[in-house]
């Protein structure tokens, strides 16, 4: 369902109030949001339809989906990229 801006605007206020500043919101397409809580929680915003993902099914989502495909190792991968905070910082400091 195509949006147009006032409508982006105004689902990116209501965003704001559903989910407070927990950081960024990221418009990925057309009625499609997440953002990322303070516990490492991912919310996903579909046609005004708000789903809240633990961190461990996000990560499982993203072993799953990678070339490797789902593994304990992928798995452990994805949590630890996940978590870690100031990659670039870290690779830049090295």
């Not at 057309?30 to 990560?59: K, P, Q």
């Not at 593994?71 to 994805?78: I, R, W």
Request: charged share 20%; hydrophobic share 40%; glycine share 8%.
């Amino acid at each position: 369902m195509p949006v147009d801006d006032k409508e982006l605007q105004a689902l990116g206020e209501q965003l704001t109030q559903i989910m407070g500043n927990h950081g960024k919101i990221f418009h990925a397409n057309s009625g499609l949001y997440f953002t990322r809580f303070n516990d490492g929680a991912i919310g996903v915003v579909y046609n005004r339809t708000v789903i809240v993902l633990h961190v461990n099914i996000w990560a499982s989502i993203m072993s799953k989906m990678c070339i490797r495909g789902e593994s304990k190792e992928t798995l452990n991968e994805a949590l630890d990229f996940h978590n870690k905070k100031n990659l670039l910082h870290k690779k830049q400091q090295d």
